[in-house]
C-alpha cells in the first residue's frame, strides 16, 4: 500500500510560483509507477494537471502546459511540480497520485480512474 503526502502548498499573488513535493512511504521505491498531480477546485471536478510515467515521459494538461514541471526523484521516492507564474484559475487542492505500471497510453496520466493510490491534498491559493 502506497501512502502519499502533498508538501508545499500555501498562498502566493498571481505571477508567484511555488513548489509541490510529493513523498511516497510505505513502498520500496517508486520507479515502477507512474506518478501525476491533480486539483480540484471548489464546486468542480477533479481534474489531471501533469503526469509522469515510469520512462520519465511527461503530458501536461493544456492551462498549464510551458508553466508547470512535474518532474521525480526516484532515489527520495519524491515527486515534484514547479509552478510558475500562477493565476487565479489554479487556486485548488492539488493531489499526487501514483499506480503501478507504466501508462499505455499518454491520456491515462491525467485521467482519475487510472490511478489507484492518493494523498490526502495541499492547498493552493492565487489572489489578484
Known amino acids: 500500500q502506497v501512502q502519499l503526502d502533498e508538501f508545499g502548498g500555501g498562498s502566493v499573488q498571481s505571477g508567484g510560483s511555488l513548489r509541490l513535493s510529493c513523498v511516497a512511504s510505505?513502498?520500496?521505491?517508486?520507479?515502477?509507477?507512474?506518478m501525476g498531480w491533480f486539483r480540484q477546485a471548489p464546486g468542480k471536478e477533479r481534474e489531471g494537471v501533469a503526469g509522469i510515467d515510469t520512462n520519465g515521459h511527461t503530458t501536461y494538461e493544456d492551462s498549464v502546459e510551458g508553466r508547470f514541471t512535474i518532474s521525480r526523484d526516484n532515489a527520495k521516492n519524491t515527486l515534484y511540480l514547479q509552478m510558475n507564474d500562477l493565476e487565479p484559475e489554479d487556486t485548488a487542492t492539488y493531489y499526487c497520485?501514483?499506480?503501478?505500471?507504466?501508462?499505455?497510453?499518454?491520456?491515462?496520466?491525467?485521467?482519475?480512474?487510472?490511478?489507484?493510490?492518493w494523498g490526502l491534498g495541499t492547498q493552493v491559493i492565487v489572489s489578484l
Open positions: 510505505e513502498v520500496s521505491s517508486i520507479t515502477p509507477y507512474r
Open positions: 497520485a501514483a499506480e503501478a505500471g507504466a501508462a499505455g497510453h499518454e491520456w491515462y496520466l491525467l485521467e482519475t480512474p487510472k490511478f489507484s493510490y
